[in-house]
């Protein structure tokens, strides 16, 4: 399509064939194709894992919808004011799995300020997520008390993977102070409203060795039996009556139709 020439993004409109169909692309989807076409060319010149390349494949979705959505602003935009993007890991990760998505949206949106939590690492199969989610409430709340990042900041997003999610669910009900810089929030392969009924039998049977061997509270809290025993629902019930979610502007929720887990 030759999109390293400027001039295709004042066309109106562009025909594009594949496999024998003709479709017809308004304006405001031509830089989504151009931006996925960079995304090929970059899977072509690396040599990459499997992995990689299924997040690269995301990150081009993520890109599509966030632009579309305006979540973030786009590469061209420049102020001095930052948007902060907060990347929360989940169950048994760490910030190292997650910077192909910092990577990405750094080179998208040149706006914004990419931060991986680290708050968590090693501590994901020993907490409970009210736990994980102070954890991350406190590296937040320390990075901020540098008066030089609360003053160029002006909005916060979080991305949360997995359990990443109900981590930053959780740590918003702490978040008093920049409660009015909270902007956007997106998830990707969260399970929400817990594992407890998966279609998968070897999910299900991964679930019990883990919460058998591991004496997880929080995998406990997403097979929805902690608090047994006591008259208190469990916490994702909790949690979902909440209105944490009413703080964004945008929330965006990803996850697979083949996901036996989320």
Same mark, same amino acid.
């Given at each position: 399509?030759?999109?390293?020439?400027?001039?295709?993004?004042?066309?109106?409109?562009?025909?594009?064939?594949?496999?024998?169909?003709?479709?017809?692309?308004?304006?405001?989807?031509?830089?989504?194709?151009?931006?996925?076409?960079?995304?090929?060319?970059?899977?072509?010149?690396?040599?990459?894992?499997?992995?990689?390349?299924?997040?690269?494949?995301?990150?081009?979705?993520?890109?599509?919808?966030?632009?579309?959505?305006?979540?973030?602003?786009?590469?061209?935009?420049?102020?001095?004011?930052?948007?902060?993007?907060?990347?929360?890991?989940?169950?048994?990760?760490?910030?190292?799995?997650?910077?192909?998505?910092?990577?990405?949206?750094?080179?998208?949106?040149?706006?914004?300020?990419?931060?991986?939590?680290?708050?968590?690492?090693?501590?994901?199969?020993?907490?409970?997520?009210?736990?994980?989610?102070?954890?991350?409430?406190?590296?937040?709340?320390?990075?901020?008390?540098?008066?030089?990042?609360?003053?160029?900041?002006?909005?916060? +997003?979080?991305?949360?993977?997995?359990?990443?999610?109900?981590?930053?669910?959780?740590?918003?009900? +702490?978040?008093?102070?920049?409660?009015?810089?909270?902007?956007?929030?997106?998830?990707?392969?969260?399970?929400?409203?817990?594992?407890?009924?998966?279609?998968?039998?070897?999910?299900?049977?991964?679930?019990?060795?883990?919460?058998?061997?591991?004496?997880?509270?929080?995998?406990?809290?997403?097979?929805?039996?902690?608090?047994?025993?006591?008259?208190? +629902?469990?916490?994702?019930?909790?949690?979902?009556?909440?209105?944490?979610?009413?703080?964004?502007?945008?929330?965006?929720?990803?996850?697979?139709?083949?996901?036996?887990?989320?």
């Amino acid at each position: 399509l030759g999109y390293k020439n400027t001039e295709i993004l004042k066309t109106k409109k562009i025909k594009f064939v594949s496999n024998s169909k003709i479709r017809v692309f308004e304006n405001n989807d031509i830089e989504n194709i151009i931006s996925r076409i960079r995304v090929i060319d970059y899977i072509n010149s690396s040599k990459l894992s499997q992995n990689e390349l299924e997040s690269i494949t995301l990150m081009s979705t993520i890109n599509s919808i966030t632009t579309k959505n305006n979540i973030f602003r786009s590469s061209d935009y420049v102020s001095k004011k930052k948007h902060l993007v907060i990347l929360v890991h989940g169950y048994k990760a760490n910030g190292n799995d997650l910077r192909l998505y910092k990577h990405m949206i750094s080179k998208y949106f040149k706006n914004t300020i990419t931060f991986v939590s680290k708050a968590n690492i090693n501590h994901t199969d020993q907490y409970s997520i009210v736990e994980l989610g102070a954890n991350l409430t406190s590296e937040i709340n320390t990075l901020f008390e540098d008066q030089n990042i609360y003053s160029v900041v002006d909005k916060i +997003s979080f991305v949360g993977h997995s359990l990443g999610g109900l981590i930053v669910r959780s740590a918003l009900s +702490s978040l008093d102070k920049l409660k009015s810089k909270i902007h956007s929030f997106i998830s990707i392969g969260c399970p929400h409203v817990g594992c407890h009924k998966s279609d998968s039998f070897l999910v299900n049977i991964g679930i019990k060795f883990l919460k058998t061997f591991s004496n997880s509270k929080a995998l406990k809290e997403l097979d929805l039996s902690d608090n047994v025993g006591n008259k208190k +629902s469990p916490l994702l019930s909790e949690m979902s009556i909440n209105n944490n979610f009413s703080l964004f502007k945008n929330v965006t929720l990803i996850s697979s139709k083949g996901d036996g887990f989320a």
